[in-house]
């Protein structure tokens, strides 16, 4: 029986390398052809590939895929990538940098315009000032320089009627115009309201303005000592504001830029070691 056992597994151990299977019937290994075991696999395949229409790649494919970019080649890419990036990094920080810069500027002459009213122009104030009175005009004048200094070049003071009681600009004093509504709000809103924007010199209140000047002007509401509210108008240069927005940018720029080339130039390196162990 051993004798039997053993030979029947010599048979099958043969039979496996020779690409066939053994069939065992009462315990006698029958032998199979390999040749027609080898058709056999080969036109069950045939026959599950076709009816599954499995397409294969094909030499020209198979080529395009072995294809591989020459080293220069992938450093170029990755440099232009990286350029491409570094230029809308720039941009973008250009733009926040600049926007900030600029807002920080309209908040600095809110903040002088602030101090001016509070301890220069309500100080000099007079209830007369509203019917012009040339002793209360007077008072405004006396302070008219620790007001008008720096890049704050023009004063009026508006009555709530849109009449200017006064002005660095005695011209305008006397005239009438009608307010718009961020200065009807700042006049009457909270203490301490103000607003900020770019002044519209084609204005006839700001015919006396240089065209090519750019101000930026802020109101502010101020008082009479019996309690009459005022508006306090005092312009800007735009030119520090613009300033201001520039310096913003000088002082963030490099930095934001100078840390992106360094980092591109530490890749650089790494780039090269992957594209020669990809070769």
Not at 128 to 153: T, W, Y
């Amino acid at each position: 029986t051993r004798a039997g056992w053993s030979s029947a597994g010599r048979t099958a151990t043969s039979s496996m390398q020779r690409g066939c299977m053994p069939i065992s019937i009462a315990s006698r290994p029958v032998r199979c052809d390999s040749r027609a075991a080898h058709e056999s696999r080969h036109a069950t395949v045939t026959t599950l590939l076709s009816s599954r229409d499995v397409d294969l790649p094909s030499p020209s494919t198979v080529s395009a895929f072995d294809d591989r970019i020459p080293l220069p080649r992938l450093v170029i890419r990755y440099a232009l990538t990286g350029f491409v990036t570094l230029m809308l990094v720039a941009v973008v920080t250009a733009y926040v940098s600049r926007r900030l810069g600029t807002q920080e500027a309209i908040d600095d002459a809110d903040r002088v315009v602030a101090i001016v009213a509070e301890a220069a122009v309500e100080p000099a104030l007079d209830d007369a000032l509203l019917e012009m009175d040339p002793a209360a005009i007077a008072k405004i004048e006396a302070v008219r320089d620790q007001v008008i200094r720096g890049e704050l070049v023009r004063v009026k003071i508006w009555a709530p009627d849109g009449t200017i009681v006064y002005s660095d600009e005695g011209r305008l004093i006397g005239e009438r115009f009608e307010l718009d509504d961020e200065a009807i709000a700042t006049l009457n809103g909270p203490e301490g309201t103000s607003a900020a924007d770019v002044s519209d010199l084609s204005e006839r209140e700001n015919r006396y303005e240089e065209p090519a000047v750019k101000l930026l002007e802020v109101y502010r509401s101020v008082r009479t000592p019996s309690g009459e509210r005022l508006l306090l108008e005092a312009y800007f240069r735009y030119d520090g504001v613009v300033e201001t927005g520039r310096r913003a940018w000088l002082r963030f720029a490099p930095v934001t830029l100078g840390s992106l080339v360094f980092l591109e130039l530490l890749q650089v390196p790494l780039v090269i070691s992957l594209g020669r162990r990809l070769r």
